[in-house]
T-cell receptor, first 113, second 112 residues
């Protein structure tokens, strides 16, 4: 069975600096998708970035980028120039040919002004 | 283009009552998913529906829980005879095909 692990329950970063959130997963599939979602205090689940496993190029969305290491089954999220509005829970999620998302336990990101 | 809508945002029920949670998918989306989030945890898949069909309900408790997505109107997640352990945030997501899922704001259910 597929699993997703986020080993950092909480991370903190100074405003304007860079932070990396870790995610590893376990699967025997070769074709799948990986996602990072953000959940601010409003509890809304917001898609941050997605990566198709067949693409070697790392996905980037403005200040958010991923480091996708397929062989190592690692999918970390880098946030550059951290802003106060980035404070939230961040969840890593996996989806294979099936449709259901499998979620990590989340990392709480604190931004220090 | 409105996003995924869920209502109510907060729902309080006493033990033994019924809870009905509604989800309207994004315009043009015909795939709906329900997830449950317990405090301090990630989401857990419950059920996947297309219009008038339940495709996968492997994450649904066998008793008291049911879901539907009728031809007209929102998807409904129904919990009968609620217990305290049902207290959680329930999220609905929709997708165009089986592509990226977009989430609603969730319904926070509190069972007294």
């Amino acid at each position: 069975a597929q699993t997703v692990t986020q080993s950092q329950p909480e991370m903190s970063v100074q405003e304007a600096e860079t932070v990396t959130l870790s995610c590893t997963y376990d699967t025997s599939e070769s074709d799948y998708y990986l996602f990072w979602y953000k959940q601010p205090p409003s509890r809304q689940m917001i898609l941050v970035i997605r990566q198709e496993a067949y693409k070697q190029q790392n996905a980037t969305e403005n200040r958010f980028s991923v480091n996708f290491q397929k062989a190592a089954k690692s999918f970390s999220l880098k946030i550059s120039d951290s802003q106060l509005g980035d404070a939230a829970m961040y969840f890593c999620a996996y989806r294979s040919g099936a449709y259901q998302l499998i979620w990590g336990a989340g990392t709480k990101l604190i931004i220090k002004p | 283009n409105a996003g995924v809508m869920q209502n109510p945002r907060h729902l309080v029920r006493r033990r033994g009552q019924e809870a009905r949670l509604r989800c309207s998918p994004m315009k043009g989306h015909s795939h709906v998913y329900w997830y449950r989030q317990l405090p301090e945890e990630g989401l857990k898949f419950m059920v996947y529906l297309q219009k008038e069909n339940i495709i996968d309900e492997s994450g649904m408790p066998k008793e008291r829980f049911s879901a539907e997505f009728p031809k007209e109107g929102p998807s409904i997640l129904r919990i009968q005879q609620v217990v305290r352990g049902d207290s959680a945030a329930y999220f609905c997501a929709s997708s165009l095909g089986t592509d990226t899922q977009y989430f609603g704001p969730g319904t926070r259910l509190t069972v007294l």
